[in-house]
């Protein structure tokens, strides 16, 4: 369904629930790593810029180790 693949593992098999809404949560089956929101991957398969751009700065803070979340 999402053509996607773990950081983490490598893994393709990629959970997410049925119906998903766009905050629910993208996991991996192999490890239970999360990925991403169900939402942040339908942005990113269908490319908005902005949208883009806000995953992307989340992406870069959760690599330096800042949670915009909080
Ligand atoms: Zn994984």
């Given at each position: ?62 690599c330096?180790g ?5």
């Amino acid at each position: 369904m999402l053509d996607m693949t773990c950081h983490r593992c490598g893994s393709n098999n990629i959970h997410v629930v049925e119906d998903a809404m766009d905050w629910d949560e993208v996991t991996c089956r192999e490890c239970g790593e999360f990925l991403t929101t169900y939402g942040a991957a339908m942005a990113l398969m269908q490319p908005v810029p902005l949208a883009d751009a806000c995953i992307k700065t989340q992406q870069l803070a959760r690599c330096m180790g800042i949670s915009l979340a909080g």
